[in-house]
């Protein structure tokens, strides 16, 4: 797949989020192409069903477009907070810097890369969630006594899988990953939220304040910097 693909369905990913819909112009003003050629690519990526399109109805990726568009978003974070983070390199510039590595990083090098950083959540440049893998893991904690010689060998998730931050109030999922290191998930345990847990979104404060939900018969407020380790499946996720 060429960077130029990969770019386009990125920028729909971020575009999309929380089930909104991009516009022939949103995706123009994010990429800084003119939208002709905007419209001539999203009719090919449309053909290769990658993405849902029609003239003046909006844009949203299809699974197989998602999945793509997640795997290129979760690069891009990884190797900004890399470049922040262990190479010191300063904000203004690690997106540019991103931009230019994450095509040619493998798959194999991203989950090295993952592992080595100690599978950070949050991006440097804007603070966006960096998306899970998709590895069948429950945990970083499984991955990480995990003594196979090669990832890929590991199975892939059948479902994608989004952050309980990015949630809608009433939308109910179960559990599927969390992130974090084994003290995190320890807490979490003894909270009541393990993986394949059902929960129900009650309430989000505004700016990202607690999420409240409720599991197993009782209700626990996640701070944002749970909430975005938690991740449930995207598939199972529905509105009330």
């Known amino acids: 797949m060429s960077a130029s693909t990969e770019e386009y369905l990125e920028a729909l990913y971020h575009l999309t989020q929380n089930g909104r819909t991009a516009g022939t112009s949103d995706i123009s003003k994010r990429l800084k192409i003119s939208p002709a050629s905007v419209t001539e690519m999203l009719k090919k990526l449309a053909d290769e069903d990658m993405v849902n399109y029609s003239p003046y109805q909006g844009v949203t990726l299809t699974p197989a477009g998602y999945k793509i568009a997640e795997k290129m978003t979760r690069k891009h974070r990884l190797l900004e907070y890399f470049l922040h983070n262990v190479l010191n390199i300063g904000n203004e510039k690690v997106h540019n810097e991103a931009c230019a590595m994450e095509h040619s990083l493998s ?134």
Do not use: M, Y
């Open 107 to 240: 798959d194999e090098a991203e989950r090295a890369l993952c592992r080595t950083l100690k599978a950070p959540d949050k991006c440097p440049d804007d603070k966006q969630v960096i998306p899970a893998c998709n590895l069948e893991f429950q945990t970083c904690d499984q991955c990480q006594k995990w003594k196979g010689q090669d990832l890929s060998e590991v199975a892939k998730r059948k479902t994608n899988v989004v952050s309980v931050s990015s949630l809608k109030e009433k939308q109910e999922a179960r559990v599927a990953f969390i992130r974090g290191d084994h003290k995190a998930l320890k807490r979490l345990q003894d909270l009541g939220l393990t993986p394949g847990t059902q929960i129900k979104v009650n309430r989000i404060a505004p700016l990202k304040g607690p999420v409240e939900i409720s599991l197993r018969g009782c209700k626990l407020a996640l701070g944002d910097e749970v909430a975005c380790n938690v991740f449930v499946e995207q598939d199972l996720a529905k509105q009330e």
